[in-house]
């Protein structure tokens, strides 16, 4: 699990890094430098909270948990700072936040009857929650540096924690090509999260970009033939309504 972490991390610094020098992009001003530490801070904690709940809690508690909260503190941050957004936005960020309950969730096969992992699982909500208010505040123009940093400081993070820890982070050579994949498409999205709190709105993208499960449940379906339940085709189906309602509000 580190080792995956860890990869993905040194490339997604690496992608962001060839990118901010590919565009032109500006330095940082010093007020992204303390915004970038604290996002890094924030998301480094978040996913290590995460992981060890997964690892010794319910992914049925501890994957909800996170998500609603992950999405939950900055769009509550994004009305404090932004405004509250129309009716029909609103409606769709609740129905959103059932959504992702809904596709988080796993089964109770009665085997895992240890800890539940909640102290892990809020952890890792405010974490991931706190990183998303803090990169919402990088200036306008300001991206692919800012998230360089961002992953530098959490694989240094990281590095210390398996160092201090002595825990296993050697992956099979052969994974290393989906690793990097893994690196790519996080900066991705972490990019594509910035421009659009810069485009937008921090409660609405917040919220959008908390549905990631709809798209891991559809994946897993269409490649691995996994069966959807009947908790997950509703939440399918609820998240499809939020993204309908928070266009429509949005344009408005």
């Known amino acids: 699990m580190f080792g995956v972490v860890l990869v993905s991390q040194v490339v997604g610094m690496t992608i962001a890094l060839v990118i901010a020098i590919a565009i032109g ?17 924030g998301g480094g ?3 290590t909270a995460l992981y060890q709940g997964l690892a010794v809690g319910r992914m049925g508690i501890v994957a909800p948990i996170t998500g609603v909260m992950a999405a939950l503190i900055p769009a509550a941050a994004g009305m404090i700072l ?3 957004p129309s009716a029909l936005v609103l409606v769709g960020i609740a129905l959103a936040v059932m959504a ?29 929650g706190a990183f998303s208010v803090f990169v919402a505040q990088i200036s306008h123009g300001h991206a692919f540096w800012p998230l360089a940093l961002i992953r530098g400081i ?19 050579r052969r994974l290393l090509p989906a690793m990097a994949a893994v690196g790519a498409l996080d900066m991705a999205g972490n990019g594509f ?12 993208a917040a919220v959008l970009s908390s549905l990631y499960p709809v798209t891991t449940v559809i994946l897993a379906t269409v490649f691995l033939g996994e069966r959807v339940t009947r908790s997950h085709a509703v939440g399918i189906g609820l998240a499809a309504a939020a993204i309908a309602c928070i266009a429509l509000g949005s344009a408005g």
């Open 25 to 41: 992009e500006t330095a940082m001003l010093p007020q992204d430098v303390l915004w970038s530490i604290l996002a890094a801070i």
């Open 82 to 84: 932004e405004g509250i």
């Open 193 to 204: 999260f910035i421009l659009a709190v810069q485009a937008g709105s921090l409660a609405v």
């Open 154 to 172: 959490e694989g240094v993070m990281l590095a210390g924690l398996i160092v201090v820890t002595r825990s296993p982070w050697r992956a099979p």
């Open 100 to 128: 992702v309950v809904l596709v988080s969730r796993v089964p109770n096969d009665g085997i895992h009857d240890g800890p539940s992992g909640l102290r892990f699982a809020l952890l890792a909500g405010l974490g991931l």
């Open 45 to 47: 904690i978040g996913i």
